[in-house]
């Protein structure tokens, strides 16, 4: 008897203690992300030092039959980005995984449909996932200089990592959806962010390379609309 309530308690001790370890490792990630990203991260267009090119992380364009807040929101800040001039180019990276979803193509429609020349729009059609993206940015595009769109938390995962793959880069933060759209969005980058630093200490590449490819910039006169 005593044996089999031994044994019990220390299973029982045993998921315990594994629980508080991953609560502590994403307590730790999360905190390590915020921190890097600090003072990085502006909230009004108006407030980015210019730029030559922008980088718009992708999402879902829709939620079922609905429009992605998220998606809807980081197209009005790189129009907005464009109309005040502050960058003369865009890099729209997203999931390009199957023949029925493509994000980057649909991300420039919608920037051409509000202005944005599209020569001057250049799309990646292997930015699989963020650390796809920002390393892309860098080994296939060459920029050495970025500032990148998305939304606050989010943003902070994309400028850790571009951080820590030397991209001198900083965010302008998307305005956030309604609270009660982001519960299942704050779990999820809680755990992104613990396989963030996992991808980074691993030095992971990027699903796909290539050939270099050059971004096409306006003339700095040309940029507002």
Known sequence: MMTKRFI????VGSIGLLISCAMLIIVLADWRISDVAKNKIVAQAEQVVDQ??????GTSPQIGSKPNYFYVERIRAVVQLWQLG??????????????HYNEPDRMKRDLVAAGI???FITCDYAGLRTYDSIARAGKIFGLKRVVIVSQREHLERALYL???MHLDATG???????NWWQVRQQVR???????????IAVELPPKHLGLPIVVPLAPKLATSI
């Open 8 to 11: 019990c308690w220390c299973v």
């Open 52 to 57: 030559d090119v922008v980088l718009v992380l």
């Open 172 to 178: 302008l933060a998307a305005a956030d959806a309604p």
């Open 86 to 99: 502050k960058v003369r180019a865009v890099l729209v990276s997203g999931d390009n995984s199957t023949p």
């Open 162 to 164: 571009a951080s820590a």
């Open 189 to 199: 980058e809680a755990l992104a962010r613990v396989k963030a630093m996992l991808d």
């Open 117 to 119: 020349p599209p020569e």
